[in-house]
């Protein structure tokens, strides 16, 4: 089955400084990439959808600025979280859907493991 | 408006028992789909099931089932036979658009606390 990995599962970081968060899909093409972000005890609300090579479509109140997201290839989205805050903390997970005729990987079903980011 | 509706925001079973999670949506779309994810305390999401708005019948992946009503406009998660890792989140989640359409996304339900006792 298709899987998605995601790295790091956790990272602390200073302030201030930057952190990248990578989701690969590791046995099928990801033309299309989701970034999401989970608050504590809630649900997962999505921040941006990347497309393989071209930008990313920010979801309302997600400043682009502050999560760059780069779709260079098809089994590889990063999303980095630049000059971070403590508020920034949180439980950040990617998902990964191809284009191809399998329907599992057709329909978003596959999460990576996500991260949790812990700004002091 | 909310789209997706989780009711039970806890919910207690013993072990081998079934257990029913509802959900509800509200769509103009014909074309949907909607589906089941598990979150473990790890954080990890892992597909349950997925109904498309089309199937006729309902969805079944080994104990988890899902017990699809269109014209209520609820899907709900039905576990047979409950295990203790079964313990976990549970959200549902509904897909606007058909499948493979590529600017489609997904909204998340607010979640149910399953936990299974001995």
Redesign the interface.
């Known amino acids: 089955g298709a899987v998605v990995s995601q790295h790091p599962s956790r990272v602390i970081c200073k302030s201030g400084t930057s952190v990248k968060i990578e989701c690969r899909s590791l046995d099928f093409q990801a ?2 990439m ?1 970034w999401y972000r ?1 608050f504590p005890k ?3 609300m ?1 921040m941006a ?1 990347s ?1 393989e090579g071209s930008k990313a ?1 920010y979801e309302q109140g997600v400043e682009k600025d502050k999560f760059l997201i780069n779709h260079a290839s098809l089994t590889l989205s990063t999303l980095t979280v630049t000059s971070a805050h403590p508020e920034d903390s949180s ?1 950040y ?1 990617c ?1 990964a859907r191809g ?1 191809g005729l399998d ?2 990987e ?9 991260t ?1 980011l812990t700004v002091v | 408006a909310q789209k997706i509706t989780q009711t039970q925001p806890g919910m207690f079973v013993q072990e081998k028992e079934a257990v029913t999670l509802d959900c509800t949506y509200d769509t103009s779309d014909q074309s949907y789909g909607l589906f089941w994810y598990k979150q473990p305390s790890s954080g990890e999401m892992i597909f349950l099931i997925y109904q498309g708005s089309y199937d006729e019948q309902n969805a079944t992946e080994g104990r988890y089932s899902l017990n699809f009503q269109k014209a209520r406009k609820s899907a709900n998660l039905v576990i047979s036979a409950s295990q203790l890792g079964d313990s976990a989140m549970y959200f549902c989640a509904m897909r606007e658009g058909p499948r493979g359409f590529n600017t489609d996304k997904l909204i998340f339900g607010t979640g149910t606390r399953l936990q299974v006792f001995p």
């Open positions: 033309t299309t989701f989970q809630k649900s997962l999505l959808t497309n479509t439980f997970i998902s284009g329907v599992r057709n329909t978003e079903a596959f999460f990576g493991q996500g949790r």
